[in-house]
C-alpha cells in the first residue's frame, strides 16, 4: 500500500465536484479526471504524489555491496578488452573518382 493515502486499488477519481477535488489533491497517487465543456481533462499528478514517487525511485536506485562489487569486476574487464581490441586508423590516400586522369603524349597529338 501506498503511504497513508494510497490507492492500493488504482482507482480513477472522475468528478466535478470542486471540494472533493481539493480533498483528493492532498492525496497521494489518486488520479483526478474531469469534464471542461466537452473535453476530458487527466489532471496532473499532485506534488505529494510526485514526491512519494520520486523517493520509491531513489530507493529502488540504491544498490548493495555486492552489486557495487560485481560492477566494478564488470567494468575492468571491459576496459581491459577495450584495449586490447583497439586499431589505429592510418592516412587513406585521394579518392581515385574525384581525381582527373594524366593525359599521355600520344592522346595529346592525336587530338589536335
Known amino acids: 500500500e501506498r503511504g497513508a493515502g494510497g490507492n492500493s486499488e488504482h482507482y480513477l477519481v472522475a ?14 497517487g489518486i488520479p483526478l479526471l474531469y469534464l471542461s465543456g466537452c473535453t ?6 499532485s506534488y ?8 520509491q525511485q ?3 536506485d540504491l544498490l ?3 552489486e557495487k562489487e560485481t560492477i566494478k569486476q564488470l567494468k ?4 581491459e578488452e577495450r584495449k586490447v581490441s583497439r586499431k589505429r586508423k592510418r592516412p587513406k590516400g585521394p579518392n581515385p573518382l574525384s581525381c582527373k586522369k ?6 595529346g597529338k592525336k587530338k589536335k
Open 102 to 107: 594524366k593525359k599521355s603524349e600520344g592522346e
Open 15 to 28: 468528478t466535478q465536484d470542486k471540494e472533493l477535488m481539493q480533498e483528493l489533491r492532498q492525496k497521494s
Open 58 to 60: 531513489r530507493n529502488q
Open 48 to 55: 505529494q504524489s510526485r514526491n512519494e514517487a520520486e523517493e
Open 64 to 66: 548493495t555491496d555486492f
Open 40 to 45: 476530458l481533462y487527466l489532471e496532473s499528478p
Open 76 to 79: 575492468a574487464e571491459r576496459s
